[in-house]
C-alpha cells in the first residue's frame, strides 16, 4: 500500500490508478470493514488525525479531482466527504523519499513522465498534507 504524501498531479497513469484504488482499502480498513492491512504503517497519519474517515475522504476527494482532469471517471459515490478535515503534517524528508521512490519507478516504467519531473525543482504534497522541515517519518519503511 502506497498513499502517497505527493501531489497526485505527479503520478502517472498507473500510479494515479493505484492509489485511488489504495486509498478505497485504506477508506474500507479504517471503517472497520476488513480485516487486511489493519496495522500498515502507511495508515497511521490517517488513524492518528481527529476524523480518520474524513481524512481519507478528502485524501480520495483529491485523487478524484486529479482523476477528472485528465479524463478518468472515478466514483465520488466510493467516499463520503462532508467537510475538508483539518490538515497533516508531513515532513520535506518524507516528501523527498517519497519523490526518489516515485522517480525510481517511473525511470523504469514511463520515460516521458520521468523526464518531466526531474526538471520540476519544487514538489508541492497531496492538498490533504503540509510540510515542514524534518527527516522521513518514523513510520515510512525504509529499505
Known amino acids: 500500500m502506497r498513499l502517497w504524501t505527493l501531489h497526485p498531479k505527479y503520478l502517472d497513469r498507473q500510479g494515479l490508478i493505484a492509489v485511488w484504488r489504495e486509498g478505497l482499502l485504506a477508506q474500507a480498513v479504517l471503517q472497520g470493514n476488513t480485516k487486511g492491512y489493519q496495522n500498515h504503517p502507511q495508515l497511521r497519519r490517517f488513524k ?28 465520488a459515490t466510493k467516499y463520503d466527504l462532508c467537510k475538508t478535515p483539518p490538515l497533516i503534517q508531513t515532513t520535506s524528508g ?50
Open 48 to 75: 492518528l488525525h481527529p476524523s480518520p474517515l474524513q481524512a481519507i475522504a478528502y485524501y480520495l476527494h483529491e485523487v478524484r479531482e486529479e482523476a477528472l482532469l485528465r479524463g478518468y471517471k472515478f466514483d
Open 94 to 143: 518524507q516528501l523527498d523519499f517519497e519523490l526518489a521512490h516515485l522517480l525510481s519507478k517511473l525511470e523504469m516504467r514511463s520515460k516521458a513522465n520521468y523526464d518531466r519531473l526531474v526538471r520540476i525543482s519544487k514538489f508541492e504534497p497531496h492538498p490533504l498534507f503540509y510540510s515542514t522541515s524534518g527527516e522521513i517519518e518514523t513510520w515510512e519503511k525504509v529499505k
